[in-house]
């Protein structure tokens, strides 16, 4: 699967990885739902220091299509709330 991180680029990801992944969003939920501004930004770079550990970059000049989009590294606990669907940042396995 491709991931994009905003303001960073494209990362291929395998699907398996999709579970690991999951745990850090549904912390990052809860210390959003918590206002936990601290929380928040330490799982936020952690879950994209992880996709970063996982997954291999693709080249600058590719654009594929996205199957999953994360927020940038800066990303506001707003910003973030905008691109949430129903199961987080990361599908639910």
Do not use: W, Y
């Amino acid at each position: 699967m491709i991931v994009r991180i905003m303001g960073e680029g494209q990362v291929a990801l395998a699907e398996s990885h999709l579970a690991e992944l999951n745990k850090l969003d549904e912390e990052l939920l809860a210390e959003m739902d918590n206002g936990d501004g601290p929380g928040f930004r330490a799982t936020l770079q952690a879950l994209l220091a992880k996709v970063h550990e996982l997954g291999e970059p693709l080249p600058d000049d590719s654009l594929e299509p996205s199957d999953l989009i994360l927020p940038s590294p800066d990303a506001t606990i707003d910003e973030v709330r905008e691109l949430l669907s129903d199961d987080g940042l990361i599908p639910g396995v």
